[in-house]
């Protein structure tokens, strides 16, 4: 037996091993108008008109960075429709919320199922029933049983926006066996950055396949809407100094608090919008704003923001954009704690200062270029995130300043999308 079956079958014996646990997880990433079945293959339910493309994004941040590619792909291949799978239920909700923004003509030609566990039968029965033409995976889904199921069925890979931090290398670097023979069954990577190719090609993709062609975040949809309607909610609030936490982890909000609490000292007017990432953690972050003595409300039950609120909580989903319009600086989480950070580009977008804890690896390639402009601040701790604050509030130029600077860079930055979409047409018929 070849090395590349040996790999994949450990890797397999593996997952069949943790299958206790995977179960738990699917019993939790759960949303009711879908069956959990689906994570075996199964019960996909009517699929869109062939030919297809199948585009698989791992949860909420993939789906809203793969939007242009969603439009771009709708838009050049009008006889195709187009799968979506997300790994997670908050992935499956925003996917639907994107399905309903669209024309009625192309809502027929779009559709979100739930990704198959990767189990050698399920990857199979999954390939098998859509039938794709193309399969896209984004950033790093790397799933060695699904890709090496449609290199079986003739399905060309793509890998789109392909990252890889240097945390994530150095784990891959430990399976390089299974990693090399999955990515040698890809049919054409894009990677976000040069340094992203590099990792790749050292985890054994073949350089003719690897491209390195920008990174898709910078691809934004419009942000009209969003800025509309986060300006009525600004001036719903009043002229207060308000900041907004967005995509916070478990850890991260305790020291957003204390960040407050030294703000409130300067102005005891400000105002923290808090957006926790992960809809389960809602009410645990509630109950820890009660603990600690702030004045609270909830957006996902209708609270107003009264002259005493102290601390918004932002638990609703799909609205993290407008909440940011609604501040005058934002907080991009997931970065105070180890966690390699989350999209500051989206804050950037909208005109808004940026602030970000210091472990931003997941997205070096976008904050560097906002860094070096001067849109994003790196802070280390809540003293200096307070700092921070205090001091975009008392110089409101600055904060304008920053906010269109972030704007230009992300115009300056834009083109992988063509570049993707150029790539991809060699592996697919119109």
Not at 3 to 27: Q, T
Not at 232 to 255: C, N
Not at 413 to 420: E, F, I, S, V
């Amino acid at each position: 037996m070849a090395l590349s079956a040996w790999s994949r079958l450990v890797y397999s014996a593996i997952l069949y091993g943790l299958a206790p646990l995977i179960a738990w997880r699917i019993w939790r990433e759960q949303v009711p108008t879908y069956s959990r079945l689906q994570r075996l293959g199964l019960h996909l339910g009517p699929l869109p008109p062939a030919p297809r493309i199948w585009l698989h994004c791992a949860s909420v941040g993939e789906v809203r960075a793969a939007r242009p590619l969603i439009e771009g792909l709708l838009a050049r291949y009008p006889a195709h429709s187009l799968l979506l799978t997300t790994m997670t239920a908050t992935g499956a909700q925003q996917a639907q919320a994107l399905i309903s923004e669209q024309t009625a003509a192309d809502q027929v030609r779009l559709a979100h199922r739930f990704l198959p566990l990767d189990f050698p039968g399920a990857a199979k029965r999954f390939v098998r029933h859509v039938q794709p033409e193309l399969a896209i995976l984004f950033e790093t889904e790397l799933w060695p049983n699904l890709i090496h199921a449609c290199r079986q069925q003739g399905v060309p890979v793509a890998i789109v926006n392909g990252r890889l931090s240097p945390r994530a290398f150095k784990r891959y670097q430990r399976l390089r066996p299974l990693m090399a023979s999955m990515l040698a069954e890809v049919s054409w990577l894009a990677a976000k950055s040069s340094a992203d190719a590099e990792r790749f090609n050292a985890l054994g993709c073949n350089t003719k396949t690897t491209r390195n062609v920008g990174s898709l975040k910078f691809e934004l949809a419009s942000q009209d809407s969003s800025t509309k309607e986060g300006e009525r909610l600004h001036q719903e609030w009043g002229e207060r100094p308000t900041w907004v936490a967005g995509s916070t982890r478990d850890g991260e909000e305790a020291l957003l608090l204390e960040a407050h609490r030294q703000v409130l000292a300067r102005y005891p007017d400000a105002l923290l919008v808090l957006v926790p990432r992960h809809p389960q953690r809602f009410d645990e972050v509630a109950k820890l704003c009660e603990t600690q003595g702030y004045a609270l409300s909830r957006r996902s039950q209708h609270q107003p923001v009264t002259a005493q609120t102290q601390v918004y909580l932002g638990d609703t989903l799909g609205e993290l954009a407008i909440l940011y319009a609604a501040g005058s600086v934002a907080f991009v989480g997931g970065s105070l704690v180890p966690l390699g950070g989350h999209n500051v580009l989206e804050p950037a977008a909208l005109g808004r200062p940026v602030l970000s804890g210091p472990s931003i690896e997941n997205f070096a390639d976008v904050a560097e270029p906002l860094e070096r402009a001067g849109v994003l601040t790196l802070v280390d701790s809540p003293v200096a995130l307070a700092d921070d604050l205090v001091g975009c509030f008392a110089n409101p130029k600055r904060a304008q300043q920053a906010g269109s600077a972030g704007r230009a860079v992300i115009e300056t930055q834009k083109g992988a999308l063509d570049r993707t979409l150029a790539g991809l047409a060699s592996l697919l018929t119109p």
